[in-house]
């Protein structure tokens, strides 16, 4: 069986400081520096088109992919903090597509970063 080859993640600057702005909108909170170690095709994704992967918390320690954050996923909490990263993200991509100025951004920070 072949293994998967996953690219690091490249994050478009100007979604991300938009995206961070718009949640903050809604009460979000965000570390200083945040960092997180992961594999995810997302990583090969960023490299053709530009992108954001945004984390968030459901409220719980639990560690992805088990049963104990399953459980933790049907809480209301969880519906709750999900339904904000949803609107977060919307709010992005609503002032992207309304400003062309942006668009131009995102575009020259993706090719920036490919160069």
Known sequence: MASTKYSHLDSNNTLVQLYQANAETLGVTFPPE?????????????????????MYSIGTTAPNHSHAFT??????????KTLIASKAMV?????????????????????????
């Open 91 to 115: 709010m992005t991509a609503i002032d992207v597509f309304c400003s062309k100025d942006l668009i131009d951004k995102v575009r020259n920070d993706f090719t920036n970063s490919h160069k």
């Open 71 to 80: 459980t933790a996923a049907i809480t209301e909490l969880a519906h709750e």
């Open 34 to 54: 945040a960092s997180f170690s992961a594999s995810t095709d997302m990583g090969n994704v960023s490299h053709v088109v530009p992108s954001i992967h945004p």
